[in-house]
């Protein structure tokens, strides 16, 4: 099976950074993926790592290691808009898409 | 970008009945769509696997009977709740993937229906 685990919930300051840790184990490893849900919304993409290392996305940014099992996404210059649900999930391709935990996120003035 | 639609976005209905939720990509083909369950302050749970032209794969749990799932074209599934009861009452919401080589990382998502078994 395929499990992912994030912190329920993290509370930081609008304009400050935060970083968001996910830890999966699955088989059959295609990807890590990053989504934003806003309560009562649908999800929307953020990043993507195929590839071990830091992808950029403007104020996103996601890591991946492989051999750890292991990501982060890292929200900078917070805003209080970035106040919602993160949720990381492994697949793609031909691969079905599993979700992780998720993690509330609440932006404080 | 990649537009899902998904009707309705919220159904009242009475235990018993059944009810249908359409997924369209708008202007994109999807050889997979993906139908998952979410609950309140949950994860989104993945109930069934899509693939035009064959018959859905239901994850582990999921009630094939209960929750008919069909991919008739590359732009449409729908899933039918039969029989509903008040724990069917939950956040359900599709999911297209781009045929293979276009973003197929991507999930691009409906806006979900809130359904309310009375």
């Known amino acids: 099976g395929q499990s992912l685990e994030q912190p329920s919930e993290v509370t930081a300051v609008e304009g400050a950074i935060v970083q968001i840790n996910c830890t999966y184990q699955?088989?059959?490893?295609?990807?890590l993926s990053w989504y934003q849900q806003h309560d009562g919304g649908a999800p929307t993409f953020l990043s993507y790592?195929?590839?071990?290392g830091l992808e950029e996305t403007g104020r996103f940014s996601s890591f991946l290691s492989r051999s750890d099992s292991y990501g982060y996404l890292l929200l900078q210059e917070l805003q209080m808009k970035d106040s919602a649900s993160y949720f990381c999930?492994?697949?793609?391709?031909?691969?079905?898409?599993?979700f992780g935990t998720g993690t509330k996120l609440q932006v404080i003035p | 970008g990649a537009v899902v639609s998904q009707h309705p976005s919220r159904v009242i209905c009475k235990s018993g009945t059944s009810v249908k939720i359409e997924c369209r990509s708008l202007?994109?083909?999807?050889?997979?769509m993906f139908w998952y369950r979410q609950f309140p302050k949950q994860s989104l749970m993945l109930m069934a696997t899509?693939?035009?032209?064959?018959?859905?794969?239901?994850e582990q749990g999921v009630e094939k009977d209960k929750f008919l799932i069909n991919h008739a074209s590359l732009t449409l599934s729908t899933l039918t709740v039969t029989s509903a009861h008040p724990e069917d009452s939950s956040f359900y919401i599709c999911?297209?993937?781009?045929?293979?080589?276009?973003?197929?990382?991507?999930?691009?998502f409906g806006s979900g229906t809130q359904l309310s078994v009375l």
């Open positions: 999911s297209a993937r781009p045929q293979l080589g276009q973003h197929n990382e991507k999930l691009f």
């Open positions: 699955t088989s059959g490893f295609y990807g």
């Open positions: 790592n195929g590839l071990d």
């Open positions: 999930a492994v697949g793609g391709g031909y691969q079905k898409v599993t």
């Open positions: 202007d994109f083909q999807a050889t997979t």
């Open positions: 899509s693939n035009e032209g064959s018959k859905a794969t239901y």
